[in-house]
Every structure is written in structure tokens, then in C-alpha cells.
């Protein structure tokens, strides 16, 4: 079984910032996927950014600018909204790895392995010929059998992070 490996992650601290990273505006600006123009990708309820520490190639973030912390406070514009913005991020990132599904995944709540409380979704490609499918992304590896263990034994290097997929979405834009 594959695994992704990212060296980012090592940098992560949910503790050393109480500070809620997506209502900080220079976070923002600094994760943020601009156009060629240089102009921020975003709409009027939402932005389109890509996660400064990933766990798997690819990944951006769809962020409501409104801090909301549970999806039924979600108004019928922002979900229209973040639809939109779901799409032009889902066709850029196929533009930039030819041959992909895309995969939207959304952690809320206690009970979730969210690290941020404030909503945002996951917007990542699922590459072809790749192993890992699914939540298997986020870390949660599963069984078939009761009692099975999975053995993850190959590291795959995250290729396109930070300002790397940055510069790469914006001109697949």
C-alpha cells in the first residue's frame, strides 16, 4: 500500500496559533491561489487556496470567508458559491494532472479529524494509477477482514505543494 509523505506536516502545529488561520486575511493572501493576473481566486462568500501543509498531492481548500463552524449555517448563496468555486478548482487541477478524478472531502464537528474549526473542503486530485483512493488520503486506512492489518510500505513524495501548485493552478486558470 502507498502512502504520501509529506515533509510539510512535520512544520504543523494546531496548538501555536489560537488565532482561526482562515479569518486571518495575510494567511490568506499567503495560501491563497491567484490568476496569472495576480488577482485572488474567490468569489463573494468563498476562496479557493491550497493547504500549506498537505497530506497528499494536490491538495487545496475551498474556504467560506464567513466563519462558520457547522454546514447547516451555510446560506443558500454560499452553497451556490462554494459550488462554483468547487469547479474551477476541480477543472484546474485536471488541467495539471492529466487523466484525474477529483475527490472533495469535508471534516466538521468534535467527532471529525478536522484541524481547523472553521468549515472548509478539500479539494484534491485522485490520480490515475494511484492506490489511494478516498478518506485513505486523510490517513484512515481500513481492513476487509475483521482483525486484518493493512501495511503501508511505499512513500510517495508530494511533488506540487505551496508555491509550486500555487504558480501551476494559476496558469491551468
Known amino acids: ?15 501555536a496559533n489560537k488565532e482561526c488561520p482562515f479569518c486571518n486575511l495575510e494567511i490568506v493572501q ?4 491567484k490568476s496569472r493576473a495576480g488577482k485572488l481566486v474567490e468569489n463573494e462568500h468563498y476562496f479557493w487556496t491550497v493547504s ?13 470567508k464567513r466563519h462558520l463552524l457547522k454546514l447547516e449555517d451555510e446560506t443558500e448563496q454560499e452553497v451556490l458559491a462554494r459550488h ?13 494532472y ?9 471534516q466538521t464537528g468534535e467527532g471529525s479529524a478536522s484541524t481547523v474549526s472553521h468549515l472548509h473542503w478539500h479539494v ?11 478518506i485513505e488520503k ?5 481492513a476487509k477482514e475483521e482483525g486484518e492489518e493493512r501495511l503501508v510500505l511505499f512513500p510517495i513524495p508530494i511533488k506540487l505543494a505551496r508555491e509550486g501548485l500555487q504558480k501551476a493552478l494559476a496558469e491551468a486558470l
Open 124 to 134: 484534491v486530485p485522485a490520480l490515475p494509477g494511484s492506490q489511494i483512493k478516498g
Open 1 to 15: 500500500m502507498d502512502y504520501y509523505y509529506s515533509p510539510f506536516r512535520k512544520g504543523y502545529n494546531k496548538e
Open 84 to 96: 462554483e468555486l468547487v469547479c474551477k478548482a476541480a477543472e484546474a487541477l485536471k488541467k495539471i
Open 52 to 64: 500549506w501543509f498537505p497530506r497528499m498531492e494536490g491538495q487545496t481548500m475551498v474556504v467560506p
Open 138 to 142: 486523510l490517513g484512515r486506512f481500513t
Open 30 to 33: 499567503t495560501q491563497g491561489i
Open 98 to 106: 492529466p487523466g484525474a478524478g477529483i475527490e472533495i472531502f469535508l
